[in-house]
Nanobody, 124 residues
């Protein structure tokens, strides 16, 4: 059974950091592009950062560029999202998603497999 499990969320003060992890089970991530998405209350789910299967291509939302870094460790079958300089507007449920299509994108509609999400709250 294909499964993605996110972890690492929590409550952090503005300016703080968190590292989210997305662990896959039931399949290997080597041939999948991976995306991190987030959804705040009352808002649509949006792409935060995505990485191609090879790791050679990355994409960041304008609002997180320079603060967030996506990476993948295929040996651990895990993808990470390092989030620094967090601001209250980053508060959301963060989801990771995977898709085997070779077309690299960061659109929610282009990802077939989704995790359950992890809550990130940035507040003083």
């Amino acid at each position: 059974q294909l499964q993605l499990v996110e972890s690492g969320g929590g409550l952090v003060q503005p300016g703080g950091s968190l590292r989210l992890s997305c662990a896959a089970s039931g399949f290997t991530l080597d041939n999948y592009k991976i995306g991190w998405f987030r959804q705040a209350p009352g808002k649509e789910r949006e792409g935060v950062s995505c990485i191609s299967a090879s790791g050679g291509s990355e994409n960041y939302a304008r609002s997180v560029k320079g603060r967030f870094t996506i990476s993948r460790d295929n040996a651990k079958n895990t993808v990470y999202l390092q989030m620094n300089s967090l601001i209250p507007e980053d508060t959301a449920v963060y989801f990771c998603a995977a898709d085997s299509s070779i077309v690299f994108s960061c659109r929610t509609s282009d990802y077939a497999f989704w995790g359950q999400g992890t809550q990130v709250t940035v507040s003083s």
